[in-house]
């Protein structure tokens, strides 16, 4: 099993900007693909954006493009949300998540292995 651990959350006001982080345990990555979901209250999870790892291929929600930029550090075992003019739609609880093999995928169903969560509160 993979563990993932976020961290990089806080409370930012409007228009301001946060960088989420996910640390994986595994050290033969290459044929993972890695993603940040969000949870606000009283909604379902839903996806933010992904990454293929070996490539680096990326894939955005439309409500973060432009926005939000997912990158990975392949030294480190470590992937990035960059997240800039947050809005207070954003607040949400974001998750790492992780998917070996297949293709680059926004359904939470195809992802195996989760983090514990980070919060992200923008205020207005």
């Known amino acids: 099993q993979v563990q993932l651990v976020e961290s990089g959350g806080g409370l930012v006001q409007a228009g301001g900007s946060l960088r989420l982080s996910c640390t994986t345990s595994?050290?033969?990555?290459?044929?993972?693909?890695m993603a940040w979901f969000r949870q606000a209250p009283g909604k379902e999870r839903e996806f933010v954006s992904a990454?293929?790892?070996?490539?680096?291929?990326?894939d955005y929600a439309d409500s973060v493009k432009g926005r939000f930029t997912i990158s990975r550090d392949k030294a480190q075992y470590t992937m990035y949300l960059q997240m800039n003019s947050l809005k207070p739609e954003d607040t949400a609880v974001y998750y790492c998540?992780?998917?070996?093999?297949?293709?680059?995928?926004?359904?939470?169903?195809?992802?195996?292995?989760w983090g514990q969560g980070t919060q992200v509160t923008v205020s207005s």
């Open positions: 595994v050290r033969t990555f290459n044929s993972y693909y």
């Open positions: 998540a992780a998917k070996q093999r297949g293709i680059i995928s926004t359904f939470r169903s195809q992802y195996n292995d």
């Open positions: 990454i293929k790892w070996s490539s680096g291929h990326t």
